[in-house]
């Protein structure tokens, strides 16, 4: 498994974090998804088939801007 990291705009509650964690989840490969809302941080454990740009696409229609 790897661990991608990376911070997402828009980002304010618990929310946001629900459905950042409900669009990323979503990409076939990802066994775990974690959120620190005072950072803006999304925390991503996957597989080889997920890559930073998936992750940042997830976050984009989610309505988010990954930084």
């Known amino acids: 498994m790897t661990t991608t990291i990376v911070t997402a705009a828009g980002i304010t509650c618990g929310g946001c974090a629900n459905a950042v964690k409900k669009a990323v989840s979503a990409l076939p490969g990802v066994a775990a998804v974690a959120v620190e809302v005072s950072e803006k941080r999304v925390t ?10 998936a992750v940042a696409d997830a976050l984009k229609k989610a309505g988010f801007q990954p930084a």
Do not use: E
């Open 44 to 53: 991503v454990t996957h597989d080889d088939r997920v890559s930073r740009s």
